[in-house]
């Protein structure tokens, strides 16, 4: 079953407590595993852009994220295990759950 790893920061001024070699290193990990199906790393939020149609069919496009909120998304995996608890280990062991962040965990849906 394929799941998607979201990876928010505790905010968007916090300080990573982990270094480009441990992303790496995870990064790795997954590739060597058999398990990653895709991933990336977004740009900063500053360069978001919001869209949203109002009932009437009226286009709005705002700069910057859906809403002010104190984390952040910064990237995310698409990883491919058995089962949900497999999933979670593999969020665990992902640098982004470290200090202030977390890694929420869904499963894709495939109709």
Not at 82 to 99: E, K, T
């Amino acid at each position: 079953m394929k799941y998607m790893l979201l990876i928010y920061s505790g905010s968007a001024d916090a300080t990573d407590p982990c270094g480009v070699e441990d992303w790496m290193a995870f990064d790795k990990t997954v590739r060597e595993a058999g398990i990653w199906v895709s991933g990336h790393s977004l740009a900063d939020l500053t360069t978001a852009t919001t869209v949203h149609v109002t009932d009437s069919g009226e286009r709005a496009v705002t700069d910057g994220p859906f809403a002010e909120s104190r984390e952040v998304l910064g990237g995310y995996y698409v990883i491919d295990v058995p089962d949900l608890d497999i999933a979670v280990d593999w969020a665990a062991r992902c640098p982004g759950s470290r200090g202030n962040g977390a890694v929420e965990v869904r499963p894709i849906g495939e109709f």
